[in-house]
């Protein structure tokens, strides 16, 4: 099975850091781009970036672009999503998700569980 | 940066129901656009890609067509099931894709 698995929710601190996981199996995880989704409390879906695991090229949606960093160890099949200090409007659900490409069209295929980040003093 | 309008933002609708739903795009993105299904406390599925193609799995009664600026998602008599906010989003912008700000279908 083509799966995306997540690590687990985080409670943090306002200045702690945290690094979440998104392990693929089930397909080569190195010929697909991988994307992370940010979905705050109540609200929509905000493209973040994108990391190419094989050659761990990196793209950044703007308003994301120095506040998180993404990684990949493709040798483990694992992307990463860094936070840094954390804020209050840092909580909410993330995502990562698999892009697809079907006649040069990208999509997202395959989503991860997400991971809830709940930060308070 | 292209913005991606969704119309209405919400909807009530009731089984058996054809429901369509907009999407404009800020600028032309020929037909780079997909859509999603999200349910409540679940991560989104993909429903259609490149505007109209739909995804294997996904059941005939969900349709996409729309090419430029003007883009539609139709379920043609709607589940259960379907009961869900729907996303679309493009796909132009070289690995930077936004989405729509969501639909919200809810039971009448």
């Known amino acids: 099975e083509v799966q995306l698995v997540q690590s687990g929710a985080e409670a943090k601190k306002p200045g702690e850091s945290l690094k979440i996981s998104c392990k693929g199996s089930?397909?080569?995880?190195?010929?697909?781009?991988i994307a992370w989704v940010r979905q705050m409390p109540g609200k929509g879906l905000e493209w973040m970036g994108v990391?190419?695991?094989?050659?761990?090229?990196?793209r950044y949606s703007p308003p994301f672009q120095g506040q998180v960093t993404i990684s990949a160890d493709k040798y483990i099949r694992t992307a990463y999503l860094q936070l840094s200090s954390l804020e209050a409007s840092d909580s909410g659900m993330y995502y990562c998700?698999?892009?697809?490409?079907?006649?040069?069209?990208?999509?997202?295929?395959?989503w991860g569980q997400g991971t809830t980040v709940t930060v308070s003093s | 940066d292209i913005q991606m309008t969704q119309s209405p933002s919400s909807l009530s609708a009731s089984v058996g129901d054809r429901v369509t739903i907009t999407c404009r795009a800020s600028?032309?993105?020929?037909?780079?656009l997909n859509w999603y299904q999200q349910k409540p406390g679940k991560a989104p599925s993909l429903l259609i890609y490149?505007?109209?193609s739909l995804q294997s799995g996904v059941p005939s009664r969900f349709s996409g067509s729309g090419s430029g600026t003007d883009f539609t998602l139709t379920i043609s008599s709607l589940q259960p099931e379907d009961f869900a906010t729907y996303y679309c989003?493009?796909?132009?912008?070289?690995?930077?894709?936004?989405f729509g700000q969501g639909t919200k279908l809810e039971i009448k």
């Open positions: 998700a698999r892009l697809q490409t079907i006649r040069g069209y990208y999509s997202m295929d395959i």
């Open positions: 089930g397909y080569n995880f190195m010929n697909y781009w």
């Open positions: 990391i190419h695991p094989d050659d761990s090229d990196i």
């Open positions: 600028q032309r993105i020929w037909n780079f």
């Open positions: 490149a505007a109209s």
């Open positions: 989003q493009q796909t132009y912008t070289t690995l930077m894709y936004t």
